[in-house]
Structure formats: structure tokens, C-alpha cells
């Protein structure tokens, strides 16, 4: 008889898609197994699993423990897999123990199938020596955030404790993953008050940690840790935190006020927002006016970008974009940036109006919304911001010889040298080639001036950095900038090479960390698969970005 084991939800995953994974990841909430899986073109061949839960056979077993100690990554990435998609017991310390292989395909693929634990023995070793307490920090950031994607009937009380135990790791990282697995395990009602309505270990652990954390963004996972926890506890707490020195904190604040406070007093508290300092904070508060979906919310959106028409600098071009992309999407209409007809639509509307929770399709990155800062494009991709960092994949895909002679790098010169050239001088850039590593033209934004246009062409010019696409490190290097608040990402899509391989994670976990920076990213995709093509346009919804593919 067949039995519904971990391989029958892997193997599901992979044939839905990145979308189950990328909700799963998130956190979002799913239909129940059996309506995920209906209507797959072909049935799993799901393994019998005995009594000690062993699914494979001893030569089978035997053949694949070979296949993790290869010399290929890729055979070691593939045995990961079919031992995860077997059920078999035994197959959990060698996934675990591949969480310290240095290979971001390996390391990454045993993070994504460690969801799939069911057992007290493998959940044990998760928390083992090999995993949360795991000298390598790479390792244990990997297991405090796979605690977040573990199933629902899995020994909640033991995996609180392991949270717990996360949250006090000297590693920054380590308490953010576990923050934000406490955070999506308590959206799917798994860490409740206990029955006399007092704390649990774990809520105290996240209070403690909200009040000492010094690291601003791991400060900020925990007041959305918490706000998940314990939503009327965290309603003062997220008040002051709205007026926080560190920008994180208030654009953390800001995201949390429409699930916490009723919209009528949820207004008050965001509209001050959309005027704050930093750029991270009004697009977030743009966001919760959107989500808060009223008639109110809607003309404080639509001030919001009258502001924008008396002071350019107020509102940046995404920003303004954001807003029209929703007004158009909740209305029908096409109206443009101009606030005066989206004010007739709103007076229109009755008191108690609210938005749909569907409506039209989003803005194409090339539709005319009366851009006011430039008419630059990369690739054919419109550039809608003065503060960007251009990324760009020097691996073996770009020096692709092409029946004209040209090799790919080539081509992507001279698409760089007419972007840079176009820029308003107000703009500030950089330019990142990557491979294994990345190589900066310099170490942050610099203005679009001839001088610095003319070095960065012929600085991408010069380099002849060939090997694996490592994405990750690039754009986190990127991102170590304050000031930037787009990445306009060249690839084929498959990222190689790194500690991040996998799209699946990388995904969710970029989206996570934008949460408080708010970094659009826009991508232009060489020869990219289906898969990959669906990922990438997947981080762009997530950021607020575009992407599209291109032929090179």
C-alpha cells in the first residue's frame, strides 16, 4: 500500500511550479494538499514505506550515499533530491549533513528539502550539532530558516524550543531566519498563547529579542515576529515604532498597521508615512494605503502623487508609477499622473467604498505614464530611477559567439554604453560585472557624469572575468549601498556558482530582506527557462520591478 510521504509533496512541488514554493517559503496560505494536487498530469511513483521507515531498498540506499559523496555537485544535488522525494528514513541525516557543503547547488537544494521532514528522529538531528548548533553560521542561518517551512503536524513544541534556542545565536543572520520562521509559522496559527492566555518560552524569547536586538533589520523581523504572535500586544508597540529613529524599524511599522488597526484609524497612522525621509518608508507606506483599500486610503494616495506634481524630488519615478498602477487596477480607468481626474473618480465613490481584491492587469514597464525623469532604457527595459546599480552576468552564456561575429558581451557593451550615456546627470549609478565574484566599478553610486559615464564603459570594456554567474553575493554587494533602490539585472537566469544556487530560495529570501529596503529589480533574461523565466518575474512582483526576456 502507498503511503503519503515527503516525496509525494516534493515531487508535487516541482510539478506546481515556483509558485507553491514561493508562497510556501513566504508563507503564505495554501489549499489543502489534495486540491494542490489534483489534476497533475501523471501520479508521483510514490514508495512503499516499512515500518522503519526505510523506502529504499539496501543497494538502492547504498547507491545513493555514493552519489552524496561524489565529486560532481550535480550528482550530489540529485541524490539530495531522490532521497527526499523517497520518504526514507535515513536519508535525512545525509540531507542534513549537506547543508555544510560548500557548493551553493548542493547546500541550497538540501535547505529546500528539509521541508519535507515528518519524523521525531529527523527533526532531532535538525537541531543537532550538524545543523542550529553547527560551528559553519552558513549552516545554521540554512536550518533556522527551513524551521519556517516545516509542516504544520510537526512537533510544534519541539520546534519552538529549537527556535528559541536560534533567537539567542550570536550570528545576526541566524536570529533573522529564525525571526522570520517564527513570524510565518504564527500566520498558520502555530504558536499560540497557552490556554490561560499567558506568554510561551517562545513569545518571551521574540518580546526579549524586539527589546535588545541592535541590528536594525533583525530588529524589525522581530516586530513583524511579534505583530504575527501577538497582534494586540504588538499594536502599541508598532505606534512607536512608527516614529523610529532607524528607518527599518518605522518601515516595518508601516507595513504592520493595516493587519493590526481599522482602516479609519490605519489612515492616520500611515499618511504621515508617505512624507517620510527616506525613500523605503513612503513606498511602503504607498503599499499599506493600497492594502488598506478604502475611499480615504485612495485619495491619500492620489494627494500623495499631487505632491509629486509641485516638487519632483518628493516622489520618485516607481513610486508615482506604483501609485497609478494601483488606481488603474482597482478603477478600470487609464488615467495617467496627472491627480486632477483620479480626484473626480474618488469624489464619486460612496463612503463605504472598498477595493476589489482582484482587479486589472499591472502596468507594462513601458506604458506611458508621463514619465518625468527620463525616457532611458536598457535593453529595451525602461530605467525608472536615478539611484540604480546595473548587474550584469559575465558568465559562459555572455561570450556566446553570434552569427555576426559578436559575442554577447559585446553586444550588452554597447546596450551599456547608450544607457549610461543617456542618463540625466542627476542620476546616480554603478555597475557590477560578476562571475564567481563580483567586480564593482566603484564602491557605491556615483553621479551619471561624463567622466564617470566614460570610465564605467570602458571599465565593463576591459573586463574579461569568465566562470560560474553568482548572482547572490553580487546583488547583496549591491544592495550594501544605501543609497540604491534598483537593481537592473542582466542574466540567463540561472544563477551558478556562490552559496545561493537555487531560485526557489533565492526568491523568498531576497523578498524578505527587501521588506525594509524596498529595492526594486528589474531583469532582462538571455535564453532563460520557462522556470527561470517565472522565478525572475516573480522577484520583480515582489519588488516592485519588471522583468522580460531578450534576445542577444
Keep these: 500500500m502507498h503511503h503519503l510521504t515527503p516525496s509525494y509533496l ?107 521532514i515528518r519524523s521525531s528522529a529527523a527533526l532531532e538531528r535538525l537541531g543537532s550539532k550538524d545543523a542550529l548548533r553547527a560551528r559553519d553560521e552558513w549552516v545554521r542561518r540554512r536550518a533556522a530558516e527551513a524551521l519556517g517551512r516545516l509542516a504544520d503536524d510537526v512537533d510544534p513544541e519541539s520546534v519552538a524550543r529549537m527556535l528559541v534556542g536560534a533567537l539567542g545565536d550570536k550570528d545576526p543572520e541566524v536570529r533573522r531566519m529564525a525571526l522570520w520562521s517564527v513570524e510565518r509559522r504564527a500566520r498558520r496559527g502555530l504558536c499560540a498563547l497557552n490556554p490561560t492566555g499567558d506568554e510561551t518560552p517562545l513569545h518571551a524569547a521574540v518580546r526579549t529579542r524586539l527589546a535588545r536586538e541592535r541590528e536594525h533589520g533583525v530588529r524589525a523581523r522581530a516586530l513583524a515576529a511579534y505583530a504575527a504572535l501577538d497582534p494586540t500586544a504588538a499594536r502599541d508597540i508598532v505606534r512607536r515604532e512608527l516614529d523610529a529613529r532607524h528607518a527599518a524599524a518605522r518601515c516595518m511599522a508601516t507595513a504592520l498597521v493595516p493587519e493590526l488597526f481599522a482602516a479609519d484609524d490605519a489612515i492616520d497612522w500611515v499618511r504621515p508615512r508617505a512624507l517620510d525621509a527616506e525613500r523605503a518608508v513612503r513606498v511602503q507606506a504607498i503599499d499599506a494605503l493600497a492594502r488598506l483599500g478604502t475611499r480615504a486610503a485612495l485619495a491619500a494616495m492620489i494627494e500623495r502623487l499631487a505632491d509629486d506634481m509641485d516638487d519632483a524630488d518628493a516622489l520618485d519615478e516607481r513610486g508615482a508609477r506604483r501609485i497609478v498602477e494601483h488606481l488603474r487596477r482597482v478603477s478600470g480607468r487609464k488615467h495617467r499622473r496627472d491627480p486632477r481626474p483620479w480626484r473626480d473618480w474618488v469624489a464619486g465613490l460612496p463612503d463605504n467604498w472598498r477595493a476589489p481584491s482582484d482587479g486589472g492587469s499591472a502596468l507594462d514597464p513601458d506604458d506611458d505614464v508621463e514619465r518625468s525623469v527620463s525616457e532611458v532604457s536598457f535593453g529595451g527595459l525602461p ?35 547608450e544607457a549610461l550615456e543617456r542618463l540625466p546627470e542627476s542620476t546616480r549609478f554603478n555597475v557590477i560585472p560578476f562571475t564567481e565574484r563580483p567586480r564593482p566599478f566603484k564602491d557605491e553610486l556615483v553621479r551619471a557624469s561624463r567622466k564617470n559615464v566614460r570610465a564605467a564603459i570602458e571599465f565593463f570594456e576591459d573586463c574579461n572575468e569568465r566562470g560560474t554567474g553568482n548572482f547572490w553575493d553580487a546583488a547583496m554587494l549591491a544592495c550594501a549601498d544605501p543609497d540604491v533602490d534598483t537593481l537592473l539585472v542582466l542574466t540567463d537566469g540561472a544563477p551558478t556558482g556562490g552559496r545561493r544556487h537555487r531560485l526557489e530560495l533565492m526568491v523568498p529570501l531576497f523578498a524578505e530582506f527587501d521588506a525594509t529596503r524596498k529595492i526594486a529589480v528589474d531583469s532582462l533574461l538571455i535564453d532563460a527557462k520557462t522556470r527561470e523565466l517565472d522565478a525572475w518575474d516573480q522577484l520583480a512582483r515582489l519588488t516592485g520591478g519588471h522583468s522580460m526576456p531578450i534576445d542577444l
Excluded: Y
Excluded at 89 to 112: P, S
Excluded at 387 to 401: A, E, K, N
Design 10 to 116: 516534493v515531487r508535487c512541488a516541482a510539478l506546481a511550479g515556483p509558485f507553491v514554493l514561493f508562497a510556501h517559503a513566504l508563507g503564505l496560505p495554501l489549499a489543502s494538499t489534495a486540491s494542490r494536487t489534483a489534476g497533475f498530469a501523471r501520479t508521483p511513483d510514490v514508495r512503499s514505506v516499512d515500518d522503519d521507515g526505510h523506502a529504499l531498498t539496501e543497494a538502492e540506499f547504498d547507491d545513493l550515499v555514493l552519489r552524496t559523496r561524489s565529486g560532481n555537485k550535480w550528482t550530489r544535488k540529485r541524490a539530495l533530491e531522490h532521497l527526499a522525494e523517497s520518504g526514507d528514513a535515513r536519508g535525512w541525516e545525509l540531507i542534513v549533513a549537506a547543508l555544510a557543503d560548500r557548493k551553493g547547488e548542493v547546500a541550497d537544494t538540501a535547505q529546500l528539502v528539509l521541508a519535507g
Design 383 to 417: 530605467i525608472l530611477s536615478t539611484r540604480l546599480t546595473f548587474l550584469i552576468d559575465l558568465s559562459g552564456s555572455m561570450w556566446t559567439v553570434r552569427p555576426d561575429g559578436l559575442t554577447r558581451k559585446q553586444v550588452v557593451e554597447e546596450m551599456l554604453r
